[in-house]
């Protein structure tokens, strides 16, 4: 049996915590091995040390065999080892070519030889079924194209061990299905694949072995065909994980939200929201289903204060709310599980406990005359960290940046429900977590609804929104297409009515 | 910690590269170090020289550092010490007071006149997104010709170019402390600089409204989601922070000098970022990064006299170590690699590298 890779009892420790222990993973040439695990179970720092990013405390690498010391991602280039991170490094501004060439720049003589880069890289494209446009800039294009120059950057290099952290994170879902077939085109060119996921579909999908670590420890590997998704995602989380949400049926109360008729303009300065009517009511769960850019975020934002309401009103509690300050809307009860956690969710500087109390900073107990109360701060930010298990070096001093995506995610979540919101906004609240994580935040939303609270649910994923939600309010093109009880409905139907086919039987 | 150590070594290899510096010009570097710190420190009005010196450095300092946390490059410090200044003249040389409230209103005057000329890129900024580097550089100049007419038109003094001198009861100096330290124009404006040390540190660190405003720094679309009124806290930032410079102005204009000179821009203005920068914005670190700056310019005037060392040195230096300070990433890199090769590991991003990506 051939390896192409060979990681052998790797150790990684970080300040506070080891992020790799004992860990081995081998790649066979020629196939799509998965790497999964929880968020923060250390998947992205075991590439990295593979990657030349961090140097391992223990463990032997080899490659093709041979024992290599990766001291730098220069040397893992060398090594044919190429890597597509979970966030691009590409330049906004430059064309997809130049992007590509950077750093290792043909020259013609003295000068650059563009052409003769873009002709290779068009070759490349049509080899691959990349289909990606050597002279578009990056700024124009979609998420999903800039990761294909990210494939092809590792091609130009001639990689041959391709490793990919999350690529399917940011994807829709045709863009996730043109992955596995560049991922399968890959494969039958001798190349070897790693790719990190938590999404079990795309490991029975795509891959031929998968290996599981968590906490940082190696679980084992399997061969995927011979393993189920369930079983998977016990090896991940360490029980068993229950797939279907369990819930009662709703008892909705009063009204708590009332929008009526809003009109909301989005960046582009036109109406992305128009006329739009619903009401939440205490224990009750609304979902809103859209395909994004629909008017999901200005329904949000016009609600949380952060966009202004061109007409129409709103009110919570029946209190109307259209106009107030933002501040005045949180202090009223509704709390806001924000879509981007790293633009609004968190000051990412701060430390996580300065981060839990960003929207109470101010009031009793943890300030009293303008000054801050430390030891309230604290242990009021471990409460929620032990409750919503965020896992972090430092514990509440942590900064909030050092942080894995999921473990931030959580945070925020926990946040906002120790707030205990009448009204509980979540926007793609499980958007990159582990189906453990996903499991736990969905019990928790459910158990808000059962408090009698209500629960506006915005989301991206179908499954979510037909399992939390009690009702469910079809956007397309900033109208609403219509509302629908969960219960009585199915994909098909939701999935017409996103496509802006209206129907009959609107309650 | 990380950044004491950043700012020290930027600090040693300024020394240094001056050294190469003197050595280059023929003179010896300890030589013209020795004479450099004697000139500094050498004797007890010499410190009292040198504090003086650092005194509107500290101020200046505060301000650019306290604008920085809020995510505000206040580069308008000169013009808010000259507005400052101006006011408090202005107060010394029309009002006829008591001292002690004839000091407090000469104080007041500068605060008001430091942060109304902040004020208005504040303003700017939060109303319609002017960019605070162009505004306050702008208001730097017309405080500029503010003070080239107000002064010869109201205030002149024994020449054209300058103001009438401050009475000794509206001076800053005391006879207590000028004696103390043997005839030193050392005066009470460092006591009111390490109490805005004191306060600012406290309002960073210890209270709602320095939390607030460093969230505004740090993420001001977070801020905003969490209510927090991002654009009256980037007017109250810009108050405060001409304010810091206003009373440099005081200090400058009222303590260490006695008169206003027209046609002049306060170096201390601009010095105040080098200063903010080498201290890591943080009101201890521009404490002492004010002291050093103070050894150094006042140092220099010595050392030029005892051997042939051009003043200038003393700007050369600070430029250097500035330009370490300022590129202290690198530094970081290093100093990170050289750690790491001991406990044997060497991260390319070093332990807090961009992270929270999954
Ligand atoms: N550069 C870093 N500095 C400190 N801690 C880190 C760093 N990178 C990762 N960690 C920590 O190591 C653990 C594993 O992180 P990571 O490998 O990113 O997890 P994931 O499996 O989600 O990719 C997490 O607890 C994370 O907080
Ligand atoms: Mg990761």
Redesign the pocket.
Known sequence: MSYVVEMLNIRKE??G?V?NDNITLTLKKGEIHALL?E???????LMGVLFGMYQPEKGIIKIREKEVRITNPNVANQLGIGMVHQHFKLVENFTVTENIILGSEPLKGMVLDIDKAAKRIAELSKHYGLNVDPHAKIEDISVGMQQRVEIMKMLYREAEVLIFDEPTAVLTPQEIDELMKIMRNLIKENKSIIIITHKLKEIKAVADRCTVIRRGKGIGTVNVKETSEAALAEMMVGRHVNFKVDKKASTPGDVVLQIDSISVKNNRKVMGLKNFSIEVRRGEIVGIAGVEGNGQSELVEAITGLRKVESGEISLNGKEITNIPIRQRIDSGIGHIPEDRHKRGLVLDYTLENNMVLEIYNKKPFAKFGLLNGSAIKSYAKKILENFDV???EGGVSIAR???G?NQQKAIIGREMELDPDLLIAVQPTRGLDVGSIEYIHKRLIEHRDRGKAVLLISLELDEVLQLSDRIAIVNNGDLIGTVNASETNENEVGLMMAGVNKERSV | MRNTIVSLISIILGLIAGGLLMLFIGASPVEGYTYLFQGALKNISRIGDTLATATPLIFTGLAVAFAFRTGLFNIGAAGQMLIGGLAATAVALTMDLSRPILILVMVLAGIIGGSLWAFIPGLLKARFNVHEVVSTIMMNWIAYWVVYYIVPANFKGGTETESKLISETASLKMPLLTEMFQGSYINMGIFFAVLAVIVIAFIINKTTLGYELKAVGFNRHAAEYAGMRVNRNIILSMLISGALAGLGGVALYTGNASSMQIGILPSQGYDGIAVALLGANSPIGVFFAAVLFGILYSGTGFMNAMIEIPPELANTIIAIIIYFAATSVLIQRVFNKFRNTKTNSNDV?G???K?GE?
Do not use: D, W, Y
């Open positions: 970080f300040p915590i992020a695990g968020n923060g179970a250390g998947k992205s720092t896992r972090s070096g050092t942080l894995s999921g | 991003a332990p807090v590298g992270k999954s």
